[in-house]
């Protein structure tokens, strides 16, 4: 997002709308005395057309320019508006348990690992979302990449979690790692973020996926419970609704 | 995509806040889903939303619930937000006898989402995705009071900044709590915020801070 230093008159209005908070700083105009515009830091914007959006501006001066490879993965993962073509949904994720009822995504026995760098409100460059890639991938707990996710897609080798060198140096809002893996290595899983949190320079939420079973407990709260672990009072529910139902179970009508 | 899950707030302020979402499944049933992603809406308008919308086109605060219906195609997201229990118990009855086809997905609070599908009939949840909360260098993020604000838009597009900025535009007179939380709602595309309970958190906010310590 830039802000046409011609049309800018530096009123500010625009200031507390970005997510990314005071990333402005104000210019002479070199050509029109006494004239003031902003400038916004491009290193930390991450193009997601918010301030655009809120038509704060009463002068019509920013905009958003068409950006080429690499720097269009920031409004790729941070404006809501641009769909990944590789994902087929809007915004940064899948649609991971949304549809589970109907794939059959995540079975009895698996468990959904999901973890947003940069969420809540922080921004992250993907030299952290590499860290926290690579350190899942090199766990040995089987850790498998939903494909369809943009960040997977921006990897050079799926089997490390190496991303892409030219992107590296990019951010965005947030940028989502998705996968999956048994059960029993959730501890792990949960070991070796706690372990990344401390490498990167940023936050992330971390957001785990279960199957529920007809009867008993949801197998992933004895496991948090056990590592003492905090977990949402608060979570994303599918009602099983969606058709045609997926099959999980032998003996399900 | 996660973004109605990281909502922050405790019991008491999460238990009224649901967003429901209408999802089609890519290579089951998305090709085809346009019109049962419309009768999904229709369903949920009916139930009256606090706010509704298709992160693609907008939210019923910055366009008409006619543009969302009209601009919903194959493969379209949609979710609605409730400000209260009772219309999930109705919501979910209609949707047992009238179900679009699509997969719907509900967030809020676990044991009062039970509850409600409990009440309606449609027996226990399927498959549900838990918040493990922020790690890193969470030092950086503002106050739980802000978070509680800003985290109900998962896309971060309602920044901290600018509920600062509502409560001292709302403790100086120049808008109501009601305009504030208008205003957030707008930079929130998909929908999801919820400005019932923005009024109420924004008055709370409102008495924890002086205006000089405000953007």
């Known amino acids: 997002m830039k802000a046409d230093s011609d049309k800018c008159i530096a009123c500010k209005r625009c200031f507390p709308y970005c997510p990314m908070g005071r990333i402005q700083s104000f210019k002479r105009h070199e050509k029109i005395h006494g004239r003031v515009y902003i400038e916004i830091d491009q290193e930390s914007c991450t193009d997601c057309g918010v301030c655009l959006r809120s038509n704060i501006c009463p002068v019509n001066a920013l905009f958003q320019q068409p950006e080429t490879w690499p720097r269009e993965v920031r409004g790729i993962l941070s404006n809501p508006l641009i769909e990944f073509k590789g994902s087929q949904v809007p915004g940064r994720g899948t649609e991971e348990m949304k549809t589970n009822d109907v794939k059959g995504s995540f079975l009895p026995g698996e468990v959904g690992v999901g973890v947003e760098l940069g969420r809540p409100g922080i921004g992250a460059y993907f030299r952290d979302v590499e860290k926290v890639a690579m350190a899942l991938l090199s766990a040995g707990i089987g850790y498998e990449l939903a494909m369809e996710n943009p960040v997977t897609h921006f990897m050079s080798d799926k089997s490390?979690?190496?991303?892409?060198?030219?992107?590296?140096?990019?951010?965005?809002?947030s940028a989502i790692i998705e996968g999956k893996c048994k059960l029993e290595q959730l501890p792990r899983a949960i070991e070796v973020l706690k372990k990344v949190a401390e490498e990167v320079d940023t936050v992330f939420t971390v957001e785990v996926i279960s199957k529920v079973p007809p009867e008993g407990d949801v197998p992933i709260v004895p496991v948090f419970?056990?590592?003492?672990?905090?977990?949402?009072?608060?979570s994303k529910n599918n009602l099983g609704l969606g058709e045609p139902r997926f099959k999980f179970y032998s003996d399900q009508p | 995509m996660t973004h109605s899950l990281h909502r922050r707030g405790d019991y008491d302020s999460l238990k009224e806040d649901f967003v429901v979402l209408g999802c089609p499944?890519?290579?089951?049933?998305?090709?085809?889903?346009?019109?049962?992603?419309?009768?999904?809406?229709?369903?949920?308008?009916?139930?009256?939303?606090?706010?509704l919308g298709d992160m693609k086109t907008g939210n019923i605060y910055n366009t008409t619930m006619d543009d969302i219906l009209a601009k919903v195609t194959d493969g379209t997201i949609v979710q609605c937000t409730f400000d209260n229990r009772e219309k999930i118990v109705s919501l979910l009855k209609d949707l047992k006898e009238n179900r679009p086809g699509i997969s719907i997905i509900i967030s809020g609070v676990t044991e009062v989402v039970q509850q409600c599908m409990d009440e309606a009939g449609l027996g226990r949840i399927h498959s549900l995705e838990y918040s493990l909360g922020a790690w890193g260098q969470i030092e950086k993020l503002p106050d739980f009071y802000i978070l509680e604000a800003t985290t109900m838009c998962g896309h971060a597009m309602i920044s901290a900044d600018l509920v600062r900025k509502m409560v001292r535009d709302v403790k100086r007179g120049r808008r109501t709590a009601e305009d504030a939380c208008l205003e957030m709602s707008r930079c929130c595309t998909c929908g999801n915020y919820n400005l019932t309970r923005g009024i109420k958190l924004l008055k709370k906010l409102t008495a924890h801070y002086m205006v000089h310590t405000l953007y």
């Open chain 2, 25 to 51: 499944a890519t290579g089951v049933n998305k090709k085809g889903s346009a019109p049962k992603t419309q009768k999904f809406l229709s369903i949920c308008y009916k139930h009256g939303p606090i706010n």
């Open chain 1, 160 to 173: 490390t979690g190496k991303l892409r060198d030219d992107v590296l140096g990019e951010k965005a809002t």
């Open chain 1, 225 to 234: 419970e056990r590592l003492n672990v905090w977990y949402s009072i608060n």
